[in-house]
């Protein structure tokens, strides 16, 4: 359903899928409005399908100055912001959730990823075409929860080399597990192997929430 969330910069134009109570319940964050990106990109669509058969609440929004949404494109801290408004709200909706992940694309994973480390609720994290080569990412070494990093192989901004660096990187770090799926041939934002892409989703949450639709 469509919803409209108190933001910092005014109104949040979101959509919402309301699973049972109990629930596990999932943010999902979308790539640049620069490049186009919208609540509605079709990977994010993706991962909310995904969520959403696996018996999550998920909540996906627009950004500030994207569709319905108020405010201008801040290039970080303001969309971090309306990502921590839109957190409060889905936990808000349903206090028996008994997980909360976050998710994104690209700048929506980096963004994902600063709220991770801002909200100690968090318990997974999905990143899917993780910007490293544009975003400093050194605040996310160590990483608090276990999560899952997906790319493309064929990625045309981030070269996969560069996910490899940040898995060795990770790797380190033992007391956390991160994996990382690549989805071969894929771009970007997936767009020819949004199948593929979904199968990968669906698969580590099977594996790793718990309370999940089969």
Same mark, same amino acid.
């Given at each position: ?82 990502? @921590? =408004? /839109? #957190?409060?709200?889905? !936990? ?7 997980? *909360?992940? &976050?998710? $994104? ?21 999905? @990143? =899917? /075409? #993780?910007?490293?080569? !544009? ?7 160590? *990483?608090? &929860?276990? $999560? ?22 990770? =790797? ?41 639709? =089969?």
């Amino acid at each position: 359903m469509d919803v409209i969330l108190n933001g910092p910069s005014g109104k949040l134009e979101g959509r919402f899928h309301n699973a049972p109570p109990n629930a596990p319940a999932v943010l999902l964050l979308h790539p640049n409005t620069v490049h186009g990106g919208t609540m509605d990109s079709k990977s994010v669509y993706t991962l909310y399908r995904a969520f959403a058969r696996k018996g999550f609440s998920c909540l996906r929004i627009n950004f500030r100055g994207v569709g319905r949404s108020d405010g201008r494109y801040e290039g970080g801290e303001g969309e971090i912001a309306d990502a @921590a =408004a /839109a #957190l409060d709200w889905l !936990q808000n909706r349903d206090e028996t959730n008994n997980e *909360c992940w &976050v998710g $994104g694309v690209s700048f929506g994973a980096w963004i994902s990823l600063q709220l991770l480390m801002r909200r100690p609720e968090i318990s997974r994290f999905i @990143a =899917a /075409a #993780l910007p490293v080569n !544009q975003y400093d990412f050194t605040f996310f070494a160590p *990483c608090p &929860v276990q $999560g899952l990093i997906i790319h493309g192989k064929k990625d045309e901004r981030i070269p996969y080399e560069d996910i490899k660096k940040m898995q060795i990187t990770l =790797a380190r770090y033992k007391a956390v597990r991160v994996d990382f799926h690549a989805v071969e041939e894929a771009d970007h934002l997936f767009s020819q192997h949004l199948v593929d892409f979904k199968a990968a989703v669906e698969k580590y949450i099977t594996q790793t929430s718990v309370k999940s639709a =089969a």
